[in-house]
């Protein structure tokens, strides 16, 4: 969700392997029941559960994709600069004269 003020100029977030493999498998999903919706804990839980038992070599693909998007964001990162001082959120001034808190 976007902050109401935030840089729209500001790049993409990294994904992770397993972000991509979320993608993937759920573009399959869609393909297979183009019909069905998902329901989104039943759907996170058989990912994880095919994660865990996925092999080393299986995961590379995801892995190299990761890589290639890590690299993507770095490029993308080195020319952005942030757009306020310290790109912290203004706190709000407390006014001198309001009252104090009830103890």
């Known amino acids: 969700m976007a902050k109401k003020n935030d840089n729209?100029?500001?790049?993409?977030?990294?994904?992770?392997?397993?972000a991509f493999f979320l993608?993937?498998?759920r573009g399959e999903l869609k393909q297979k029941n183009p019909n069905?919706?998902?329901n989104?804990?039943?759907f996170s839980k058989r990912c994880a559960e095919k994660w865990k038992v996925m092999?080393?070599?299986?995961?590379k693909?995801?892995?190299?994709?990761?890589?290639?998007?890590k690299a993507r964001h770095d490029k993308e990162m080195q020319g952005y600069i942030p757009v306020g001082e310290d790109g912290k959120r203004k706190r709000r001034k407390?006014?001198?004269n309001a009252?104090?808190?009830a103890l």
């Open 94 to 96: 407390r006014d001198p």
């Open 40 to 42: 989104f804990a039943e």
């Open 61 to 69: 693909r995801y892995n190299d994709m990761a890589l290639a998007d």
């Open 36 to 38: 069905e919706s998902v």
């Open 55 to 59: 092999d080393e070599r299986t995961k």
């Open 99 to 101: 009252p104090k808190r």
């Open 23 to 25: 993608q993937v498998y």
């Open 8 to 18: 729209n100029l500001k790049p993409r977030g990294k994904m992770s392997a397993y």
